[in-house]
């Protein structure tokens, strides 16, 4: 024991001293329960952090305030890195914070990793699954809270964008243990009532708690599901929750989805506009091709000297008759040849040439010609055709 | 027709519309087929345009009826 008395200043010091040359403490994670949390208005933040045995005082400078990812509030848990020091003027050590998240995000960013990983392997993210989006769709389902600003964000940009399609609010919790439930739930029911031909699902921005039921399973295995298009507008351009990659589309924000739901009335018009002007184009264009044709047609020949084309056509018609003509007196000179032909093979085969030759046709008196000597009986007469006429016979013998 | 018919022509109109364009601007079709297409033509940019012309803003939220199908109410979001 030294008999050293020291000033506080000094004492203080050399606590100090001793804390700030303790390379563990420089460098701590803590956790405990946010308390009496407060921003003062130069930027700073000055809290407690506790637990069931002890409390230690904290402040955050603005510098690395700027950078946390949510609002820290009283009676949040949270984990806070940084060095503890000692604070002279008022005596107490506390921990200087650099960085400070939220208790149990760390768990929630694993079972987020983990769903995200579990359902790209089973295929729901696969853009083959990803139905196309109505050109212009007329009925549009927005399954979100009723209340937040997410709705009229929708409602503002798409009924100004595009006031023919209706709006058809199917109102959910978008947070709280319920929320999954009703979203998916909405989702189902917008199918089965078939309500409308496009859902876009989402909220506002937030914490990753706020968030969370755009994380949930259910929620994903619901909008995989949907035969509906459906497009996901959760919170601001960097939260990307396991729902945007399931949906059809993602949207970086409600109002972003109501922009790539529908088209834009204005553009439509104009593209009518230019549609009708085209159109009258081209028709002139397509005239004006077939009045030069007309004049084309009407230089050639046949119009400008028909006589011309007349004496044409008569030379080839000459042409035709004589051909005509020389090939019917050459049919006619074939088939007078084959008539002689024939007629003097019918000639040859005359039973009058035969008579000539000194033969004789017997004849019974029945009519019936008398072919062999067996055939004749005696007594009976014959009438004989000879060449130049008949004589009657009688048969004596054989 | 009614609305709906003739907002369910919407897209049909503005696709058939478009082929129409891309068709005359071939110019290979005959001069009566052209004529026919403008007139179509026409005619179907004249219906679009008065559909665009028709828009009115409608917001509706939906509860569950008794039987469960869906009844809808008017939603007024503020504006």
Request: with cysteine.
């Amino acid at each position: 024991m030294s008999d050293r008395i020291y000033t506080v200043g000094e004492l203080t010091r050399e606590i100090k001293d001793l804390l700030d040359g303790q390379p563990a403490l420089q460098q701590v994670y803590v956790r405990g329960e946010l308390s009496n949390y407060k921003v003062y208005p130069s930027g700073h933040h000055y809290f407690t952090l506790k637990d069931e045995e002890a409390t230690l005082k904290a402040v955050m400078f603005r510098r690395e305030a700027s950078r946390l990812h949510f609002r820290p509030e009283s009676g949040m848990k949270a984990i806070a890195l940084g060095r503890i020091t000692v604070y002279p003027r008022d005596g107490a050590y506390q921990l200087y914070v650099s960085e400070l998240v939220p208790d149990g995000v760390g768990d929630l960013q694993l079972a987020y990793e983990q769903l995200k990983e579990k359902l790209r392997a089973e295929g729901l993210f696969d853009s083959a699954h990803k139905k196309p989006l109505p050109a212009y769709p007329e009925r549009i389902a927005i399954v979100t809270s009723s209340a937040g600003a997410a709705v009229r964000d929708i409602i503002r940009v798409a009924s100004k964008r595009w006031p023919l399609a209706k709006l058809i609010l199917l109102p959910v919790r978008v947070q709280g243990a319920e929320a999954p439930a009703e979203i998916v739930s909405a989702i189902r029911y917008a199918n089965r009532w078939s309500v409308a031909d496009l859902i876009i699902t989402g909220r506002g921005g937030g914490s990753i708690e706020d968030l969370w039921a755009f994380n949930d399973e259910r929620v994903a295995r619901a909008i995989y599901e949907s035969e509906l298009p459906v497009i996901s507008a959760v919170g601001h351009e960097p939260d990307v929750t396991i729902a945007d990659f399931v949906a059809d589309l993602r949207a970086a924000t409600p109002s972003n989805a109501a922009e790539l739901a529908v088209p834009d009335w204005e553009e439509q018009r104009e593209l009518l506009l230019s549609w009708r002007a085209r159109m009258a184009s081209a028709l002139r264009t397509r005239l004006e091709t077939s009045r030069h044709r007309l004049t084309k047609l009407r230089e050639r020949r046949v119009l400008t000297e028909p006589g011309a084309y007349f004496a044409d056509r008569r030379i080839a018609l000459d042409h035709l008759g004589a051909l005509l003509l020389s090939a019917c007196q050459a049919r006619l000179a074939k088939d007078r040849a084959a008539l002689g032909a024939r007629a003097s093979a019918l000639d040859a085969m005359s039973p009058l040439k035969v008579l000539a030759r000194g033969y004789a046709i017997a004849e019974k008196e029945d009519g019936t010609i008398l072919r062999r000597a067996a055939g004749a009986v005696p007594g009976e007469r014959l009438k004989l055709s000879l060449a130049d006429g008949r004589v009657n016979v009688r048969v004596e013998g054989e | 027709m009614t609305v709906a018919e003739k907002k369910a022509g919407f897209e049909q109109s503005m696709a058939r519309l478009e082929e129409i364009v891309k068709l005359l601007e071939r110019g290979d079709a005959p001069l009566e087929d052209a004529m026919k297409l403008f007139e179509e033509g026409t005619k179907l940019a004249e219906a679009c345009d008065a559909l665009l012309n028709e828009a009115e803003k409608k917001v509706v939220a939906l509860s569950k009826g008794p039987d469960g199908a869906p009844v809808e109410r008017d939603f007024d979001d503020g504006e």
